[in-house]
């Protein structure tokens, strides 16, 4: 570590870390995705070509990752509204960040069908 | 801090004799951040406070409306196969899907907006550079926020 830095390393700085770094994806995606979307007021074949990309293997690979972060910035918040608003938040932070990540992962887990199964069937072959 | 205010017990009886009474009172001590008439103008009001509050109350509503929103474009009925054209206008011709979309779109801007600023306030030093990139930011949002609540309430469903 650099001498003067603010920077304490361990949970407390890799999480946030972690949720500025999905924060700032999440709003460049959104931002792409009201253009998109508007896309509906040109016609439905400029819309309709658009989706189609979204739903090729590559982009359901960057779909989960988009899954992934959303998941992990949406927990950590509610872990980060503990922290500020709950008497005991501070001393379980800690804690209530392993909770976030394993219930991240169980998400993760279960998001693996439904977003990427059928990316799979076209990459494989059905 | 001072010999005295250390060293010497002016806290109270127990640890000795306070140098304090009624005849000579202890040296007012200014609170640090006091707003006065010099406080610089972007710091005069709670601006920052209600924006702190602003991320948590809104994060928690965003919760609701992002999971259920990506439940159903990427797990429900198909999944992403199944979006088109048709599937919008079948999802916009209920007011109650439109107010969620209006909704997640203000606040998802406004959240990730404000979010943004801070980002930019803590690493673009030069004042400038800090300048032009909220300005930036600010045009880019205001621009997606109308052109999003354009597109729901102008959704024509038989555009040709
Ligand atoms: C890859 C994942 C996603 C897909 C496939 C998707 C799909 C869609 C579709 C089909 C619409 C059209 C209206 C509707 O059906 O409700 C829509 C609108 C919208 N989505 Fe998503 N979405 C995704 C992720 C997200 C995320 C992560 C956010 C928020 C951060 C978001 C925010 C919005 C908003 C605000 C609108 C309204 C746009 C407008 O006002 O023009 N979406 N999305
Ligand atoms: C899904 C529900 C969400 C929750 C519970 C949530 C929660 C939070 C909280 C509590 C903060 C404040 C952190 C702090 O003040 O230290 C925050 C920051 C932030 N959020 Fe969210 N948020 C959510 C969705 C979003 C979305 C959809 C976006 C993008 C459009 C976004 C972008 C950001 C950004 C850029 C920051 C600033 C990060 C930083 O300063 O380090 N968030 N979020």
Known sequence: M????LYRGREGMWSWVAHR??????FFFLFVHVLD?????????AYDEVVATYKTPLVALLEYGLVAAILFHALNGLRIVAVDFWAKGPRH??????????????LMVGALYPVLGHAVREVFGS | MSAETSSSS???????????DVDH?????????????????????????YAWLFMRLSGIVLVVLVIGHLLIQLVLDGGVSKIGFAFVAG??????WQVWDLAMLWLAMLHGANGLRTVIN????????????????????VFTVLLGTLVIFTFDPNIR
Do not use: C, H
């Open chain 1, 2 to 5: 650099p001498a003067g830095t």
């Open chain 1, 21 to 26: 770094v999905t924060g700032v994806l999440i």
């Open chain 1, 37 to 45: 979307t508007a896309l509906v007021r040109v016609s439905p074949e």
């Open chain 1, 93 to 106: 932070q800690k804690t209530m960040l392993w909770t976030v990540l394993g219930i991240w992962i169980v």
């Open chain 2, 10 to 20: 002016a806290i109270s009886d127990v640890e000795g004799v306070s140098l304090y």
């Open chain 2, 25 to 49: 009172p202890a040296p007012v001590i200014e609170p640090p951040r006091k707003r006065t008439g010099k406080t610089p103008k972007g710091s005069r009001t709670n601006f920052e406070m």
């Open chain 2, 91 to 96: 999802r916009w011709a209920s007011p109650f």
């Open chain 2, 122 to 141: 803590d690493y673009a030093e030069r004042d400038n550079t800090r300048f032009w990139l909220k300005m930036l930011l600010y045009t880019a949002t």
